[in-house]
């Protein structure tokens, strides 16, 4: 670039309007794709705010994912650097190792395999609404809802007993949370991979019919591996399809023509699914990624061992890319939206969530047609300080 | 207008047959894609161009 580079700006995370990213994301967007960014390691690298950009890095196989090579986006972050390299977690792993392991999971998530699950999903969610019915107004719907039904769902994926939900779910709320301390996040992950070291035992004893036991049997990995296979399924399984429930409920709430047309035509429940993905984007840091080279990214070179954060809700709102694009459309064109990544390191479980959401929020409207919040709006508690955003609790009454 | 797909780039992520299901399937063993009409009628040219432009792997091309 022959202009000067703006000064190195710090990652916002706290959004001024519950359902939009950081203001300055947006702001910065207008001015250039990619600009210089200062890492909590003083390390001078790059925060990508373009659809395109944020594109191009995450399909580049230039840059890494791996966890010892990232320089940490904020400082709560940066206690996580401080863990050791996990086997098997494969979010964190460059090709080839990651290609092998995702090869052996890709499988079991095709659009096919999650479209069998469909009955399963609509009896759980239908279970949990009978539940809030007969407990009666007003409910707190990530607990209630929100919560359980992407735990349950993911629990019998993997063969994991629900029984066990709340260690497990303390445990990932202490890993998610940009305020626990290094000690808390490493004794979580500890506690979490002994839980799941446990399970792959009796397992490997025991074989059932789920996940775990079928990466058991290929034979191909070891306990480790699917130990940390397993956890990162498991977090991911549930934390984000719980925040994308809560949060976009919230959102249609704030939106009540668009809840109304949800609720009555049932057909415009995909498109309502991929444009509140689009529209929330409840990755809130990230991701992060490295060049092992010097690359040239829309006219920025990227040298090696930079750093660049992608900001998956600022690409999400560019109006290169999607008209309109802080107004909430159900029935938009959405999808292409990046809230699950781009390059081999996209959502394995997108189409499971999809399912979960697609049957989720109609179901949810039409069992309560006069669903309301039951609380204040500025005593929503939103989650800023967690790495994937939503609402801490959402009271509701019907 | 002819489909390329490389399986070996392939994630498996399932993007090309939610956008053009007639078009495109997933293998039962790692999930790669499977492609059932390589040279796709008219009208479903329009959904495999936005298969190919939402492939987060790249591994789908036309000509």
């Given at each position: 670039?022959?202009?000067?580079?703006?000064?190195?700006?710090t990652l916002?995370l706290?959004?001024?309007?519950?359902?939009?990213?950081?203001?300055?994301?947006?702001?910065?967007?207008?001015?250039?794709?990619?600009?210089?960014m200062l890492y909590a390691d003083d390390h001078v690298g790059?925060?990508?705010?373009?659809?395109?950009?944020?594109?191009?890095?995450?399909?580049?196989?230039?840059?890494?994912?791996e966890t010892t090579r990232l320089h940490p986006p904020i400082s709560q972050r940066a206690r996580l650097q401080a863990l050791a390299k996990?086997?098997?977690?494969?979010?964190r792993?460059?090709?080839?190792?990651?290609?092998?392991?995702?090869?052996?999971?890709?499988?079991?998530?095709?659009?096919?395999?999650?479209?069998?699950?469909?009955?399963?999903?609509?009896?759980?969610?239908?279970?949990?609404?009978?539940?809030?019915?007969?407990?009666?107004?007003?409910?707190?719907?990530?607990?209630?809802?929100?919560?359980?039904?992407?735990?349950?769902?993911?629990?019998?994926?993997?063969?994991?007993?629900?029984?066990?939900?709340?260690?497990?779910?303390?445990?990932?709320?202490t890993l998610l949370s940009l305020e626990s301390s290094i000690e808390q996040v490493r004794?979580?992950m500890?506690?979490?991979?002994?839980?799941?070291?446990?399970?792959?035992?009796?397992?490997?004893?025991?074989?059932?019919?789920?996940?775990?036991?079928?990466?058991?049997?290929?034979?191909?990995?070891?306990?480790?591996?699917?130990?940390?296979?397993?956890?990162?399924?498991?977090?991911?399984?549930?934390?984000?399809?719980?925040?994308?429930?809560?949060?976009?409920?919230?959102?249609?709430?704030?939106?009540?023509?668009?809840?109304?047309?949800?609720?009555?035509?049932?057909?415009?429940?995909?498109?309502?699914?991929?444009?509140?993905?689009?529209?929330?984007?409840?990755?809130h840091i990230g991701p992060v990624?490295t060049?092992?080279?010097?690359?040239?990214?829309?006219?920025?070179?990227?040298?090696?061992?930079?750093s660049?954060t992608?900001?998956?809700?600022?690409?999400?709102?560019?109006?290169?890319?999607?008209?309109?694009?802080?107004?909430?459309?159900?029935?938009?064109?959405?999808?292409?939206?990046?809230?699950?990544?781009?390059?081999?390191?996209?959502?394995?479980?997108?189409?499971?969530?999809?399912?979960?959401?697609?049957?989720?929020?109609?179901?949810?409207?039409?069992?309560?047609?006069?669903?309301?919040?039951?609380?204040?709006?500025?005593?929503?508690?939103?989650?800023?300080n967690?790495a994937?955003?939503?609402?801490?609790?959402?009271?509701?009454?019907? | 207008?002819?489909?390329?797909?490389?399986?070996?780039?392939?994630?498996?992520?399932?993007?090309?047959?939610?956008?053009?299901?007639?078009?495109?399937?997933?293998?039962?063993?790692?999930?790669?894609?499977?492609?059932?009409?390589?040279?796709?009628?008219?009208?479903?040219?329009?959904?495999?161009?936005?298969?190919?432009?939402?492939?987060?792997?790249?591994?789908?091309?036309?000509?």
């Open positions: 670039m022959t202009n000067a580079m703006p000064e190195p700006v916002p706290s959004r001024e309007e519950p359902f939009d990213p950081p203001g300055d994301l947006g702001r910065w967007r207008e001015e250039g794709p990619i600009r210089p790059w925060l990508a705010t373009g659809y395109s950009a944020v594109r191009a890095v995450l399909a580049d196989p230039r840059f890494s994912t996990l086997p098997g977690f494969f979010i792993e460059d090709p080839p190792e990651h290609t092998r392991l995702r090869r052996l999971l890709t499988g079991q998530f095709t659009v096919r395999r999650m479209r069998q699950l469909e009955p399963r999903i609509e009896k759980i969610t239908a279970d949990r609404l009978d539940a809030m019915e007969r407990e009666g107004a007003p409910a707190d719907l990530v607990r209630e809802f929100a919560l359980p039904i992407p735990s349950l769902v993911i629990c019998e994926l993997l063969g994991v007993p629900y029984g066990d939900h709340e260690r497990f779910q303390r445990d990932s709320t004794e979580a500890e506690d979490l991979l002994d839980y799941i070291r446990g399970l792959v035992v009796r397992k490997r004893a025991e074989p059932g019919d789920d996940l775990i036991s079928g990466l058991i049997a290929t034979g191909r990995l070891t306990d480790v591996e699917i130990a940390g296979a397993s956890v990162l399924m498991l977090i991911a399984g549930h934390e984000t399809t719980a925040n994308m429930l809560a949060l976009g409920t919230y959102t249609l709430l704030k939106n009540p023509a668009q809840l109304a047309a949800l609720r009555d035509d049932p057909s415009l429940a995909d498109a309502a699914v991929e444009e509140l993905l689009r529209y929330l984007t409840i990755v990624r060049a092992m080279e010097d690359v040239e990214i829309e006219g920025y070179t990227i040298r090696a061992g930079e660049v992608l900001s998956l809700g600022a690409a999400n709102r560019d109006p290169e890319r999607f008209d309109s694009p802080d107004t909430l459309d159900i029935t938009r064109q959405a999808t292409g939206h990046v809230s699950f990544g781009h390059g081999v390191h996209q959502c394995l479980g997108q189409q499971l969530a999809r399912i979960e959401m697609r049957i989720g929020y109609p179901a949810l409207l039409r069992r309560f047609p006069g669903l309301r919040l039951a609380t204040p709006d500025e005593e929503v508690a939103m989650r800023s967690m994937i955003y939503g609402v801490h609790r959402l009271p509701v009454a019907w | 207008m002819r489909i390329k797909a490389d399986t070996d780039v392939c994630i498996g992520a399932g993007m090309c047959v939610l956008t053009a299901a007639d078009v495109f399937d997933q293998s039962e063993e790692d999930g790669t894609v499977v492609v059932l009409l390589p040279e796709p009628p008219a009208d479903k040219e329009g959904a495999v161009r936005r298969a190919v432009q939402v492939c987060p792997s790249g591994a789908l091309s036309i000509s």
